[in-house]
């Protein structure tokens, strides 16, 4: 087990967003850094930003391929849309079809109610 150095400490704990959230199993990041100091914690432990565990592997001499890191960091969050976009016309078409729907069924709970009473 490696003893925790606390220049290394410190050099972890600045990488971190410092939210002391809890989210990473350690009450607050100052105890996440010292774990991953020690080596008892992944450097990429921390759920707030996962990220951070290329910055600590370096920190704490760890090696970590970077091409992946590029890869992924760079990936959009969302898929992006296949296809030619919509166009304006057709999107409004779209909605305006929507609404008819919306009020055919707000029209027919009308009806319902007025069945009732
Ligand atoms: S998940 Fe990250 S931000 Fe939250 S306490 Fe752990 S190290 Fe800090």
Redesign the pocket.
Known sequence: MAVANKDKIKQIYAT??????????????G???VAVAEEKASPF?????PW?GYNISEIIGMRVPVFGYQQRFYQPIFAPRSGPLPSLESLGKEVGELLKGIDNILNRIENLGKKKA
């Open positions: 971190l967003p410092q939210l002391n959230c809890g989210l990473c199993g350690y009450e607050n990041c105890q996440f850094a432990g921390c759920r707030q930003n951070v």
